[in-house]
């Protein structure tokens, strides 16, 4: 008997016509680990909802068909016993911590679920040291960084020791180490421990090859369900992105067996390719000339009672740069942000914009600076997705000249316009809140996460209307963990480590010559093509061995 079965299940949120689940029918078999991926408003999330219970009875709306949980109507489940058999980690911790400190938090569930106190002490004990957070049992939870967090967010949920864990966009939020160190504990409670894993993620190159299955979702609607390398070779097919990119680039080369490992295509590639002696001409990066539109000379800022966050940035931003800010959690990337935005002012140090001193300025001037934070709901308050846009131009003094409409076919928001955001998927809250920034048509434009809930296609149109800002003469700068995202569309990144800046240049020069922080392309072609950071790259810079292929016919080189 599957531990999930899915019959024709069809769901509607309040007030929207269109379903968000339409006619799904899945089974997921006890010890699965099965990831479910797709467009940003594809239906994952609905999807988990419903398997942990919370659709409709916590969402509303309507439900027809059937979610059954190991053989028993999930509508027929005590609440409290599918919380201790389900558990579900979120993609903002902060929306599921709610105590006070870190052993509290731990608690909390258990004391709802009536548990005796030796058995509550002895659970937070192990969930606590499962996750190497037996250190941190007294701290003060708003003071952990991201990963932290999420740690935490989940060391609640075993603590309750579901049989089924389900993690909904996890790692959105965590740096490239943290994540790998998050994605391998999941993989260690599927193995060791014997768990079902139900995984949603849109940063596939982190766990693809994980997975036993995976379910590829569109329109709310199953379109795929398989291993990852048939999804892998049915995707490239169909010129779908939701594969990694090393599945990808032996996927386009009409391979039979797809790599989803490093390793393996590591293996596949020595045995099979030659890097190009005369690689193609390749755009050359763009160089500082010019006078900088954006100056920190010796900046140092401290929050009250605490460390620097920044310590002794130097650093000038040109009109056209797009530059990425990577780092770990806690490195001071969005204090960083802040400090550029005039949100922070400076210990020390100076921050000048166009040769004028910032922290001497009284107000935001409309069309100069442009910042959007982590949290998209920071932005999102008036009733419509329209209305958000009308209302920035209306605060700052500017019309309508068409804006509007642009900003909302370019983020692919039209259908959204008449929408309420806070009912809108997490993608789409983040790209309207994007919106309503860009219609000022800012000078510089610093970004906390922009991609965060994004698909590859959505991200991809980012980076395109980013560039576009770019060569009209516009300065970006964008904190991200998507290193893949500033590979492709970054022209220069910047690394943070524990407020200083330790790496500034060319995204080549950075990410090429880093260990941890370089693409899954990166680290298959490390010392076999140096440089060859994308997808494109590799399509662009490595030839087929044609002596070297196993059978006829079973790989080609595509340019």
Same mark, same amino acid.
């Given at each position: 008997?599957?531990? @999930?079965?899915?019959?024709?299940?069809?769901?509607?949120?309040?007030?929207?016509?269109?379903?968000?689940?339409?006619?799904?029918?899945?089974?997921?078999?006890?010890?699965?680990?099965?990831? &479910? $991926?797709?467009?940003?408003?594809?239906?994952?999330?609905?999807?988990?909802?419903?398997?942990?219970?919370? &659709?409709?009875?916590?969402?509303?709306?309507?439900?027809?068909?059937?979610?059954?949980? %190991?053989?028993?109507?999930?509508?027929?489940?005590?609440?409290r016993l599918m919380a201790r058999e389900v558990g579900m980690v979120f993609q903002d911790p902060e929306k599921q911590l709610v105590m006070t400190s870190v052993e509290a938090e731990v608690a909390f569930g258990l004391e709802n679920l009536g548990l005796p106190r030796e058995e509550?002490?002895?659970?937070?004990?192990?969930?606590? *040291?499962?996750?190497?957070?037996?250190?941190?049992?007294?701290?003060?939870?708003?003071?952990?960084?991201?990963?932290?967090?999420?740690?935490?967010?989940?060391?609640?949920?075993?603590?309750?020791?579901?049989?089924?864990?389900?993690?909904?966009?996890?790692?959105?939020?965590? %740096?490239?180490?943290?994540?790998?160190?998050?994605?391998?504990?999941?993989?260690?409670?599927?193995?060791?421990?014997?768990? $079902?894993?139900?995984?949603?993620?849109?940063?596939?190159?982190?766990?693809?090859?994980?997975?036993?299955?995976?379910?590829?979702?569109? %329109?709310?609607?199953?379109?795929?369900?398989?291993?990852?390398?048939?999804?892998?070779?049915?995707?490239?097919?169909?010129?779908?992105?939701? &594969?990694?990119?090393?599945?990808?680039? @032996? +996927?386009?080369?009409?391979?039979?067996?797809?790599?989803?490992?490093?390793?393996?295509?590591?293996?596949?590639?020595?045995?099979? @390719?030659?890097?190009?002696?005369?690689?193609?001409?390749?755009?050359?990066?763009?160089?500082? $000339?010019?006078?900088?539109?954006?100056?920190?000379?010796?900046?140092?800022?401290?929050?009250?009672?605490?460390?620097?966050?920044?310590?002794?940035?130097?650093?000038?931003?040109?009109?056209?740069?797009?530059?990425?800010? #990577?780092?770990?959690?806690?490195?001071?990337?969005?204090?960083?942000?802040?400090?550029?935005?005039?949100?922070?002012?400076?210990?020390?140090?100076?921050?000048?914009?166009?040769?004028?001193?910032?922290?001497?300025?009284?107000?935001?001037?409309?069309?100069?600076?442009?910042?959007?934070?982590?949290?998209?709901? %920071?932005?999102?308050?008036?009733?419509?997705?329209?209305?958000?846009?009308?209302?920035?131009?209306?605060?700052?003094?500017?019309?309508?000249?068409?804006?509007?409409?642009?900003?909302?076919?370019?983020?692919?928001?039209? +259908?959204?316009?008449?929408?309420?955001?806070?009912?809108?998927?997490?993608?789409?809250?983040?790209?309207?809140?994007?919106?309503?920034?860009?219609?000022?048509?800012?000078?510089?434009?610093?970004?906390?996460?922009? $991609?965060?809930?994004?698909?590859?296609?959505?991200?991809?149109?980012?980076?395109? &209307?980013? *560039?576009?800002?770019?060569?009209?003469?516009?300065?970006?700068? #964008?904190?991200?963990?998507?290193?893949?995202?500033?590979?492709?569309?970054?022209?220069?990144?910047?690394?943070m480590f524990a407020g200083r800046l330790v790496a500034d240049g060319p995204k080549k020069e950075v990410l090429g010559s880093s260990y941890f922080y370089t693409t899954q392309i990166g680290k298959m072609c490390r010392g076999f093509a140096d440089g060859v950071l994308t997808l494109a790259d590799a399509l662009a810079s490595l030839e087929l061995l044609w002596p070297n292929r196993k059978q006829k016919g079973e790989a080609r080189f595509i340019t």
């Amino acid at each position: 008997m599957p531990v @999930f079965q899915c019959e024709d299940l069809t769901y509607f949120y309040s007030e929207r016509e269109k379903p968000a689940l339409k006619s799904i029918n899945l089974h997921v078999e006890e010890g699965d680990f099965l990831l &479910i $991926t797709g467009g940003s408003g594809s239906g994952k999330s609905s999807l988990a909802r419903a398997l942990a219970g919370l &659709i409709p009875y916590f969402y509303g709306g309507r439900l027809r068909g059937r979610v059954y949980f %190991d053989g028993r109507d999930v509508s027929q489940i005590d609440r409290r016993l599918m919380a201790r058999e389900v558990g579900m980690v979120f993609q903002d911790p902060e929306k599921q911590l709610v105590m006070t400190s870190v052993e509290a938090e731990v608690a909390f569930g258990l004391e709802n679920l009536g548990l005796p106190r030796e058995e509550m002490v002895r659970r937070v004990a192990e969930a606590l *040291s499962f996750l190497d957070l037996a250190g941190l049992r007294e701290e003060f939870t708003a003071h952990l960084s991201g990963g932290q967090k999420q740690k935490l967010a989940l060391a609640a949920v075993l603590a309750m020791q579901p049989r089924v864990l389900i993690l909904d966009e996890p790692t959105s939020q965590l %740096d490239p180490v943290a994540s790998e160190e998050f994605l391998n504990l999941v993989k260690r409670l599927n193995e060791e421990m014997g768990l $079902t894993i139900i995984l949603i993620e849109q940063r596939l190159e982190r766990c693809f090859h994980l997975a036993d299955r995976v379910v590829f979702m569109e %329109d709310g609607q199953i379109r795929y369900d398989g291993t990852p390398g048939q999804l892998a070779s049915w995707a490239a097919a169909r010129d779908i992105p939701f &594969i990694p990119p090393v599945a990808s680039f @032996f +996927a386009r080369n009409n391979f039979a067996t797809i790599p989803v490992t490093v390793k393996e295509g590591r293996r596949l590639l020595r045995q099979n @390719f030659r890097y190009c002696k005369t690689p193609p001409v390749r755009p050359v990066e763009k160089k500082d $000339t010019g006078k900088p539109v954006l100056v920190m000379d010796n900046v140092w800022f401290a929050y009250p009672g605490g460390r620097e966050a920044l310590q002794d940035i130097n650093l000038r931003i040109f009109p056209g740069e797009l530059a990425a800010v #990577l780092g770990n959690n806690g490195a001071g990337k969005s204090t960083l942000l802040k400090t550029m935005a005039g949100l922070l002012k400076p210990t020390r140090g100076r921050l000048m914009l166009d040769g004028r001193d910032l922290n001497s300025e009284k107000r935001f001037v409309p069309g100069r600076v442009a910042y959007l934070s982590q949290n998209p709901n %920071d932005y999102l308050f008036q009733e419509t997705v329209e209305e958000e846009l009308h209302f920035t131009l209306k605060n700052f003094g500017l019309t309508d000249d068409g804006v509007v409409n642009e900003y909302l076919e370019k983020l692919e928001l039209i +259908a959204c316009r008449k929408a309420n955001p806070r009912d809108l998927s997490s993608g789409e809250r983040q790209r309207a809140a994007l919106a309503s920034i860009l219609v000022t048509r800012p000078r510089v434009l610093v970004l906390d996460e922009p $991609t965060r809930g994004m698909d590859g296609r959505l991200k991809d149109e980012l980076g395109k &209307i980013l *560039s576009g800002l770019c060569r009209e003469g516009a300065s970006v700068v #964008l904190v991200t963990h998507d290193v893949e995202f500033a590979a492709v569309h970054a022209t220069r990144v910047l690394m943070m480590f524990a407020g200083r800046l330790v790496a500034d240049g060319p995204k080549k020069e950075v990410l090429g010559s880093s260990y941890f922080y370089t693409t899954q392309i990166g680290k298959m072609c490390r010392g076999f093509a140096d440089g060859v950071l994308t997808l494109a790259d590799a399509l662009a810079s490595l030839e087929l061995l044609w002596p070297n292929r196993k059978q006829k016919g079973e790989a080609r080189f595509i340019t």
